[in-house]
Antibody
Framework: EVLLVQSEAEVKKPGESLRISCKGFGYRFTNYWIGWVRQMPGKGLEWMGIIYPGNSDTRYSPSFKGQVTISVDRSISTAYLQWSSLKASDTAVYYCARRDAGPWYHFDYWGQGTLVTVSS | SYEVTQPLSVSVALGQTARITCGGN??????VNWYQQKPGQAPVLVIY???KRPSGIPERFSGSNSGNTATLTISGAQAGDEADYYC?????????FGGGTKLTVL
């Protein structure tokens, strides 16, 4: 069974750094792109970026480029989303999702989401 | 950048057919995917490549795409179908989500 398991909720202060994780189970982690999606409170889904664990090829949405860093540790089948200096506006639920194999562009499995709260 | 637009809300009577649209410039030339999201839960893929259903998704969910509009159709809507629905396309290396449509089953 394919599973994406994300790290627990975080409460941080503005200016702090943070890394959240997404661990893949039940499939060959290096063969599938992993994307990150933001959902601000009461709002819709926003694509942030995507990484291919096989070679760490990474693409960012223009809206998030320079604001976050996406990385991967192939040895433990885990993708990461990282901030160096959080802002209150980063408060949101963050989902990781697996892009289906082949020349298609849908996300077939999603993590359970990680709530990040940034407040002084 | 490419944009897709969805109605904010759609209502349907129990057992009737709901149609949720996703508009975009020549969206018929792209593959459209649809996700269902219930409160407090992660999104779930319900339609991919315009009209294909993942395993486990009921047959009452179907999709079409032509011209400037893609449509998610829910035939015989049930109370459990009440959720937010998002369309999504890929354009020039970017993934684009619609703003989402809240489906209310009356």
């Amino acid at each position: 069974e394919v599973l994406l398991v994300q790290s627990e909720a975080e409460v941080k202060k503005p200016g702090e750094s943070l890394r959240i994780s997404c661990k893949g189970f039940g499939y060959r982690f290096t063969n599938y792109w992993i994307g990150w999606v933001r959902q601000m409170p009461g709002k819709g889904l926003e694509w942030m970026g995507i990484i291919y664990p096989g070679n760490s090829d990474t693409r960012y949405s223009p809206s998030f480029k320079g604001q976050v860093t996406i990385s991967v540790d192939r040895s433990i089948s885990t993708a990461y989303l990282q901030w160096s200096s959080l802002k209150a506006s980063d408060t949101a639920v963050y989902y990781c999702a697996r892009r289906d194999a082949g020349p298609w562009y849908h996300f077939d499995y999603w993590g359970q989401g990680t709530l990040v709260t940034v407040s002084s | 950048s490419y944009e897709v637009t969805q109605p904010l809300s759609v209502s349907v009577a129990l057992g009737q057919t709901a149609r949720i649209t996703c508009g975009g410039n020549n969206i018929g030339g792209k593959n459209v995917n649809w996700y269902q999201q219930k409160p407090g839960q992660a999104p779930v893929l319900v339609i991919y490549r315009d009209s294909k259903r993942p395993s486990g998704i009921p047959e009452r969910f179907s999709g079409s795409n032509s011209g400037n509009t893609a449509t998610l159709t829910i035939s015989g809507a049930q109370a459990g179908d009440e959720a937010d629905y998002y369309c999504q396309v890929w354009d020039s290396s970017f993934w684009v989500f619609g703003g989402g449509t809240k489906l209310t089953v009356l």
